[in-house]
């Protein structure tokens, strides 16, 4: 059902390193959208809140929250979280509380 598609993306850069060097760069980023941003955004509805007064506060706590879960060996956040809703233990058990 998916249809393959292909993209060619320019980069500039005033350094000269290899190919290879720059795909790491690009992927390392994307790796940054992908698991911070995206579960930000989708687990913990970042971009639904409705904070207005200080919402750098709430941010600090989410980035909090997710920094001790990775440290954790969490792969999965909402599945993370959802288990510590139905076992607040699982949640305490972890390091760095």
């Known amino acids: 059902m998916w249809k393959r598609r292909e993209e060619t993306a320019f980069y500039?850069?005033?350094?000269?390193?290899?190919?290879?060097?720059?795909?790491?760069?690009?992927?390392?980023?994307?790796?940054?959208?992908?698991?911070n941003h995206w579960v930000r955004d989708v687990t913990l509805a970042e971009d639904a809140s409705r904070i207005r007064v200080n919402p750098g506060v709430m941010a600090r706590l989410r980035s909090q929250?997710?920094?001790?879960?990775?440290?954790?060996?969490?792969?999965?956040?909402?599945?993370?979280?959802?288990?510590?809703?139905?076992?607040p233990a699982v949640t305490l058990s972890y390091r760095g509380l």
């Open 12 to 35: 500039a850069s005033s350094v000269m390193l290899p190919a290879e060097t720059f795909a790491s760069a690009i992927r390392g980023h994307w790796a940054v959208e992908n698991e």
């Open 65 to 87: 929250a997710l920094n001790i879960a990775r440290a954790n060996g969490v792969k999965n956040i909402a599945q993370a979280w959802w288990s510590g809703a139905i076992d």
